[in-house]
């Protein structure tokens, strides 16, 4: 890689601020659920204070929209860091400010200090409403290292900006670095056949990813919501699901220019609502889905039909659930195709946090050859072959 590295930096004594990724998910009484995300960045937060430096560690939780929400506060991140480093691990009063300064100048080599969720201030997504608030997180430290890759794809303050107030001083984590060569390395020159498998809910967040993916992959597999506007392309009945109208001619140009690339469900589990106790029924494609039923997950035969491709490939990217897999009835095609995917000897790419939580749910985690912690900054490096958050990071060239 020709960026800057976490060990090419002089940490000995210094104040390094690391943007992580800690944006994990939490359950009803606000305890951690998943921790991959924490877990994987380690290796850089032990370098720094193996090294004697003093840590400052940034990141977002959630989706708090520029406004303080308790609930999304990342006092559960600072309680499950001080346990597994076995160091108290300081919670800032805010991510900037002066009372922030004061817990910064107060930390000693071997010290942490995790800031307060960053997206608690609009400045974080919004750089250029306030520049200040990069300044600010600059001024907290002597170098700059991004572990965050599933945030590389944003170019917001802490990731982006913050990276001009440190020249020849701005790095790459472990992780970082981890995961731009596994992914350069296995997708841009995979073993064949490649496939992908697409979930989740929309086409629009994807479409740019999607056309790349033809250009690459030897089979698509859809599934999640998207799958339904595909099926509406084609003039089936697609009841109640979700559905993007606008995105329809897009989806028949696609399937029109690569019909023997992409492979669609067969059938699907239904529901008159999104619940556990709604009533539900399996129908075929062939048979449409009913209106006031909507689409919740795969059914049975496309899980049978997803294997029956799958086994063929020596490569395989997979990014977002094939159905709601928060409730355990519309969990059964991803967790089934999880399974499989645990059983054959291709490489196995996972990329997207619910994907992520889905893989441990089936308790094939190990067994996965590569867990990426982006769900977007995976497709978008898949897309363009990097991010604004590596590109904006110091060159080796530049090493002071």
Excluded at 255 to 279: G, M, R, W
Excluded at 328 to 337: C, M, P, V, Y
Excluded at 372 to 400: D, F, M, N, R, W
């Amino acid at each position: 890689m020709t960026k800057l590295f976490i060990e090419d930096l002089d940490i000995k004594g210094k104040k390094v601020l690391l943007r992580a990724d800690f944006n994990v998910p939490l359950d009803g009484d606000g305890n951690i659920s998943d921790s991959t995300r924490i877990e994987a960045t380690l290796p850089s937060i032990q370098y720094v204070l193996d090294q004697g430096g003093s840590l400052i560690l940034m990141s977002h939780l959630g989706r708090p929209h520029g406004e303080p929400h308790p609930e999304l506060s990342l006092a559960p991140v600072a309680t499950f860091l001080s346990a597994v480093l076995n160091r108290p691990v300081k919670l800032g009063v805010n991510s900037v400010g002066e009372r922030v300064r004061e817990q910064v100048e107060a930390l000693q080599p071997g010290d942490v200090l995790l800031l307060e969720n960053l997206r608690f201030h609009r400045a974080e997504e919004h750089p250029e409403e306030d520049p200040h608030f990069a300044k600010e997180l600059a001024s907290f430290g002597d170098s700059y290292i991004d572990d965050a890759f599933g945030c590389a794809h944003r170019k917001h303050s802490s990731i982006y900006t913050i990276t001009q107030y440190f020249p020849g001083r701005a790095a790459a984590g472990y992780l970082l670095e981890k995961e731009i060569r596994f992914l350069g390395e296995t997708l841009t020159h995979p073993k064949r056949p490649f496939f992908a498998i697409m979930g989740g809910a929309k086409i629009s967040t994807k479409i740019g990813v999607l056309k790349a993916l033809l250009q690459k992959v030897d089979k698509l597999l859809i599934g999640g919501g998207m799958a339904y506007t595909f099926l509406k392309a084609q003039g089936l009945p697609i009841g109640d699901s979700l559905v993007e109208e606008d995105l329809a001619p897009l989806a028949e140009e696609l399937l029109k220019n690569h019909s023997s690339q992409i492979v669609l469900p067969l059938d699907f589990l239904t529901a008159t609502a999104c619940s556990e106790e709604a009533p539900s029924k399996l129908v075929t494609q062939n048979q449409g889905i009913p209106a006031g039923y909507q689409g919740l997950d795969i059914g049975p035969q496309t899980v049978e039909l997803f294997k029956k491709t799958l086994i063929e490939a020596q490569t395989i990217l997979w990014n977002g659930p094939l159905g709601v897999y928060e409730f355990d009835r519309f969990a059964q095609g991803t967790l089934s195709i999880a399974k499989f995917l645990a059983t054959l000897k291709a490489t196995t790419v996972i990329g997207g946090g619910d994907l992520i939580a889905a893989v441990h749910r089936a308790g094939v985690a190990d067994k996965i050859t590569h867990i990426s912690t982006g769900g977007g900054a995976t497709l978008e490096y898949l897309e363009y072959g990097t991010l604004p958050g590596i590109e904006a990071l110091s060159e080796k060239i530049h090493v002071q």
